[in-house]
């Protein structure tokens, strides 16, 4: 069965420094996602992106964060100067768009900003 | 204003029976999708079940089924004979198909112990 995968699985950062979050959705897929989970805490949505543009983004979403498809395959989550408070778990996701079709999610990267 | 509400944080329930974790939501959207998601210990997000605002039959996968009450904005998952497998985070989910985009939004979860 086709599976999102991501990587890396577990992402160490300095305060300041930029990351990349790197999501390779499934083929057929034309909407994708990015969530965050803070530690044992609710899944919460940052953006998603249809069309080679964001849709959507949530109030976290602020200019510190960017998405990007540079090719066929690829989605990325950038931070541009990491914080604290942006570790967590990066959860990305794509679904085909169909109503009942749910949202398949990659198995996370944890990104722990020190 | 929580769209998804589960009223459930943990619930301790013996092998073998039955379970039912509970889930609200509000929506004005006449076409909406509601979800279940497990997360295991291990961290990864498990598509359960599905529950479209129109169909008229309870959803059904294995073990797992939907309580879907419309006029009570309800849709519970029940999970039965319940497995020492079944220990995990549980989320409600729900899309609102009416809106431009297609995100959908979770619950805090119920984390389910399943005692042997």
């Known amino acids: 069965e086709p599976e999102v995968t991501q990587t890396p699985s577990h992402q160490v950062t300095q305060m300041g420094q930029e990351v990349i979050l790197r999501c390779v959705p499934i083929?057929?897929?034309?909407?994708f996602y990015w969530y965050r989970q803070i530690l044992g805490q609710k899944v919460e949505f940052l953006v998603s992106?249809?069309?080679?543009?964001?849709?959507?983004k949530s109030e976290i979403f602020d200019d510190q964060f960017s998405v990007e498809r540079p090719d066929g395959s690829n989605f990325t989550l950038k931070i541009r100067s990491t914080k604290l408070e942006d570790s967590a778990m990066y959860f990305c996701?794509?679904?085909?768009?169909?109503?009942?079709?749910?949202?398949?999610f990659g198995n996370g990267t944890r990104l722990t900003v020190t | 204003a929580q769209k998804i509400t589960q009223t459930q944080p943990g619930m301790f329930v013996q092998e073998k029976e039955a379970v039912t974790l509970d889930c609200t939501y509000d929506?004005?959207?006449?076409?909406?999708?509601l979800f279940w998601y497990k997360q295991p210990s291990s961290g990864e997000m498990i598509f359960l079940i599905y529950?479209?605002?129109?169909?008229?039959q309870n959803a059904t996968e294995g073990r797992y089924s939907l309580n879907f009450q419309k006029a009570r904005k309800s849709a519970n998952l029940v999970i039965s004979a319940s497995q020492l497998g079944d220990s995990a985070m549980y989320f409600c989910a729900m899309r609102e198909v009416g809106n431009r985009d297609d995100k959908i939004i979770f619950g805090k979860g119920t984390r389910l112990h399943i005692l042997p």
């Open positions: 083929s057929n897929h034309l909407y």
């Open positions: 996701a794509s679904s085909d768009g169909e109503r009942n079709s749910p949202l398949h």
């Open positions: 529950q479209g605002s129109y169909d008229q």
């Open positions: 992106f249809y069309n080679n543009e964001i849709s959507e």
């Open positions: 929506t004005s959207d006449p076409s909406y999708g």
